[in-house]
């Protein structure tokens, strides 16, 4: 009988093993450090800033504090001189007595119809839109341009606050452009 220990004895008889788990350890973290990787900005891409706003927006002084008013709040994108092709924008209510209650769209042809949203979001007085038109430039909206209106629901009287964040703005080929997002109570 041998005096060496049997785990001593089984590791040279038999090829270097690794245990089927510390395997699939491995392998899963090789997968988690190429996904982090992947999420890394690549060289040469530019991070387009995102435009946010605090806003302000007038009310009646007078009312009590339970009524009820309906107002309407227009989305305008200003995207200069380029023809403005696709936007993404978040509109927040910083008051909590507003209820987001409907959407429409645009002035321009190019966004006529209302933008696309998130229905979960409108249930915390927030709203995301966005829109897109594959239309060629000249048919699309150079300047300042009515892209949305979005109607709310008021408890209350005075002034609400509003959050503003227009995080993408593009041409017809794809391509990030400056663009200014403001908004105002409809008019009429």
């Known amino acids: 009988m041998s005096s060496e220990p049997s785990l001593y004895r089984s590791c040279q008889s038999r090829p270097f093993q690794i245990p089927l788990c510390w395997a699939l350890l491995i392998a899963f973290d090789l997968c988690l450090m190429a996904f982090a990787m992947a999420q890394e900005p690549q060289p040469g891409s530019a991070n387009v800033p995102v435009q946010t706003d605090e806003v302000t927006i007038p009310g009646p002084a007078d009312g009590s504090k339970d009524s009820i008013r309906f107002e309407a709040i227009d989305v305008f994108v200003d995207s200069g001189d380029l023809p403005l092709a696709a936007w993404q924008l978040e509109l927040r209510s910083l008051t909590q007595d507003v209820e987001i209650v409907g959407i429409e769209g645009g002035e321009h042809p190019a966004f006529k119809e209302p933008p696309y949203y998130d229905p979960r979001a409108m249930n915390n007085n927030r709203v995301i839109l966005g829109a897109f038109n594959t239309g060629s430039d000249n048919q699309l909206p150079s300047g300042r341009?009515?892209?949305?209106?979005?109607?709310?629901?008021?408890?209350?009287?005075?002034?609400r606050f509003w959050h503003t964040e227009l995080t993408t703005s593009a041409s017809s080929d794809g391509r990030h452009i400056p663009a200014e997002l403001s908004i105002a109570k409809a008019q009429g």
């Open 145 to 159: 341009s009515r892209v949305a209106r979005v109607h709310v629901q008021i408890t209350g009287s005075g002034e």
